[in-house]
């Protein structure tokens, strides 16, 4: 009965992502969300510290210590456990994370199957529909992470039995990215995704005075305050240079300042106080004629970040090696880091859960995996050499793992020690997500594009956002 009701909930899912579909496709150019190309950037761009590329599959070099998962947390994790397990991916990130596994786990097998991220969640839930068979590990990427939360009964509640997760020993402003409306915890984030603003520190020098990070930030501390930076740019740059490279930066440098109330709250359309609020910062910034065209993920938009134009640009932890470094590979010294107007945010991240419906036996080994990768010292090491980012394992920030050093690219300056002064700001946190969120982002790429090319308004672009949802999701009310 259970299985039966976890494919219906999955066909109507599959239902409602393809008239999300055919809305988005009416109109967008065939603009698609960037969630997939978020993926594919963490995934396919060089990675700028040392990585051990060996399939963790492979690993031989086994070592003769305590656990890495450790026995508080359910399941007693040991070394002796063996199995294999299947992990649906959309690139080599979970490979270069979790490299080392196999030195607490020599006789746990991974089979990583890739798929293209664009596809992922379409076949994560048709196999679901169809009663497939599922991987032991499936991706929860941040654009569709609120469709999976939805799907009760589906995924394995990881901070009951059998496997005890401790959510105190998880940064605390990221567990709404991680658990559902009752508070269940279904998926466990790798990554510390929280957002530093990064800028060009020819083109502060040069419009502004200078180019130290916290000069910058005691000039800029409201979004008001760059809206007037936007009209400096404008009026000396001879259209040359611009604030944000285009209306889709400045969306997701500001969309994660917003997180008082989730986009959608008890059948209600609550984005008021959120995504309106971003409409109008998009509104006023492209009204001072000092933004950008680009169009993210574009390859005009990756070209646009070695030609030294852009002063602004939202930039998450991973976004710094897998943005500007690998589009960027002939700079040394030009960015700077700061944090954003009223704290900082956060945005991207994979998260990792186990289907119900496999068999227990193959739980415990997901769960080893994991734990492993996301709440393990061991497992935090492991990640944050391959991809220069934090996990949000908090033990793991007590040590000297996270200490950085100065960063050549960013002008000397400690940028991994700036990315936590941010994640301990207390004014960082992260929104709710919803079964909604795909949706919205879905039916507002078009409307960021008209945003940038000054054809609508914010008014005018928040209400088109909310009559695509209602279309979409005609149960909902404003």
């Given at each position: 009965?259970?299985?039966?009701?976890?494919?219906?909930?999955?066909?109507?899912?599959?239902?409602?992502?393809?008239?999300?579909?055919?809305?988005?496709?009416?109109?967008?150019?065939?603009?698609?969300?960037?969630?997939?190309?978020?993926?594919?950037?963490?995934?396919?761009?060089?990675?700028?510290?040392?990585?051990?590329?060996?399939?963790?599959?492979?690993?031989?070099?086994?070592?003769?210590?305590?656990?890495?998962?450790?026995?508080?947390?359910?399941?007693?994790?040991?070394?002796?456990?063996?199995?294999?397990?299947?992990?649906?991916?959309?690139?080599?990130?979970?490979?270069?994370?979790?490299?080392?596994?196999?030195?607490?786990?020599?006789?746990?097998?991974?089979?990583?199957?890739?798929?293209?991220?664009?596809?992922?969640?379409?076949?994560?839930?048709?196999?679901?529909?169809?009663?497939?068979?599922?991987?032991?590990?499936?991706?929860?990427?941040?654009?569709?992470?609120?469709?999976?939360?939805?799907?009760?009964?589906?995924?394995?509640?990881?901070?009951?039995?059998?496997?005890?997760?401790?959510?105190?020993?998880?940064?605390?402003?990221?567990?709404?990215?991680?658990?559902?409306?009752?508070?269940?915890?279904?998926?466990?984030?790798?990554?510390?995704?929280?957002?530093?603003?990064?800028?060009?520190?020819?083109?502060?020098?040069?419009?502004?005075?200078?180019?130290?990070?916290?000069?910058?930030?005691?000039?800029?501390?409201?979004?008001?305050?760059?809206?007037?930076?936007?009209?400096?740019?404008?009026?000396?740059?001879?259209?040359?240079?611009?604030?944000?490279?285009?209306?889709g930066d400045i969306k997701d440098a500001v969309r994660g300042l917003y997180t008082e109330e989730a986009w959608v709250t008890d059948g209600k359309i609550t984005m008021d106080n959120s995504y309106k609020k971003v409409y109008e910062v998009v509104d006023e910034l492209v009204a001072t004629g000092a933004v950008g065209k680009y169009v993210a993920w574009t390859p005009a938009w990756n070209a646009s970040w070695s030609a030294g134009h852009t002063v602004f640009t939202g930039c998450p932890t991973w976004y710094a090696s897998?943005?500007?470094?690998?589009?960027?590979?002939?700079?040394?010294?030009?960015?700077?880091?700061?944090?954003?107007?009223?704290?900082?945010?956060?945005?991207?991240?994979?998260?990792?859960?186990?289907?119900?419906?496999?068999?227990?036996?193959?739980?415990?080994?997901?769960?080893?995996?994991?734990?492993?990768?996301?709440?393990?010292?061991?497992?935090?090491?492991?990640?944050?050499?391959?991809?220069?980012?934090?996990?949000?394992?908090?033990?793991?920030?007590?040590?000297?793992?996270?200490?950085?050093?100065?960063?050549?690219?960013?002008?000397?300056?400690?940028?991994?020690?700036?990315?936590?002064?941010?994640?301990?700001?207390?004014?960082?946190?992260?929104?709710?997500?919803?079964?909604?969120?795909?949706?919205?982002?879905?039916?507002?790429?078009?409307?960021?594009?008209?945003?940038?090319?000054?054809?609508?308004?914010?008014?005018?672009?928040?209400?088109?956002?909310?009559?695509?949802?209602?279309?979409?999701?005609?149960?909902?009310?404003?």
């Amino acid at each position: 009965m259970k299985k039966k009701n976890i494919m219906k909930k999955a066909f109507a899912l599959l239902l409602a992502l393809q008239m999300v579909v055919s809305l988005a496709a009416c109109g967008n150019g065939g603009n698609g969300s960037d969630a997939g190309n978020k993926a594919d950037a963490q995934d396919t761009a060089n990675d700028t510290q040392s990585t051990d590329t060996a399939d963790a599959a492979d690993t031989t070099d086994t070592a003769d210590t305590a656990d890495a998962g450790g026995s508080d947390a359910g399941y007693a994790m040991d070394k002796n456990l063996s199995g294999k397990i299947t992990i649906w991916t959309w690139g080599d990130y979970e490979i270069k994370g979790s490299s080392k596994f196999n030195d607490y786990y020599p006789n746990i097998e991974m089979e990583y199957v890739q798929f293209d991220s664009s596809e992922y969640f379409e076949k994560v839930v048709t196999t679901l529909a169809s009663g497939g068979e599922m991987p032991d590990v499936v991706l929860f990427e941040s654009g569709v992470r609120g469709q999976f939360l939805a799907m009760e009964d589906t995924w394995e509640v990881l901070n009951g039995a059998p496997y005890n997760a401790d959510t105190s020993q998880l940064l605390d402003w990221a567990l709404p990215l991680c658990t559902n409306t009752n508070g269940d915890l279904l998926c466990v984030q790798v990554d510390n995704c929280v957002g530093a603003w990064a800028y060009d520190r020819n083109l502060t020098k040069k419009y502004f005075g200078t180019d130290d990070p916290a000069e910058l930030e005691a000039k800029f501390q409201t979004l008001d305050d760059y809206v007037e930076a936007a009209k400096v740019v404008a009026e000396q740059g001879n259209g040359e240079d611009f604030i944000f490279g285009g209306a889709g930066d400045i969306k997701d440098a500001v969309r994660g300042l917003y997180t008082e109330e989730a986009w959608v709250t008890d059948g209600k359309i609550t984005m008021d106080n959120s995504y309106k609020k971003v409409y109008e910062v998009v509104d006023e910034l492209v009204a001072t004629g000092a933004v950008g065209k680009y169009v993210a993920w574009t390859p005009a938009w990756n070209a646009s970040w070695s030609a030294g134009h852009t002063v602004f640009t939202g930039c998450p932890t991973w976004y710094a090696s897998h943005v500007l470094k690998s589009n960027d590979t002939e700079s040394e010294g030009r960015w700077g880091l700061i944090t954003p107007p009223g704290g900082g945010y956060s945005n991207g991240g994979t998260a990792y859960a186990i289907p119900s419906c496999i068999d227990d036996s193959q739980k415990e080994l997901a769960w080893a995996w994991i734990k492993y990768l996301t709440m393990s010292e061991e497992g935090s090491a492991n990640f944050y050499e391959a991809h220069s980012t934090p996990t949000l394992y908090k033990p793991a920030y007590e040590g000297d793992l996270y200490a950085g050093e100065p960063d050549p690219f960013f002008g000397g300056q400690n940028i991994m020690q700036k990315y936590l002064e941010i994640a301990q700001n207390p004014n960082t946190k992260a929104r709710n997500v919803t079964k909604y969120d795909g949706t919205i982002e879905s039916i507002d790429t078009e409307l960021l594009i008209q945003l940038g090319e000054g054809n609508i308004h914010a008014e005018e672009a928040y209400q088109k956002l909310k009559e695509g949802l209602l279309a979409a999701a005609p149960e909902l009310t404003e």
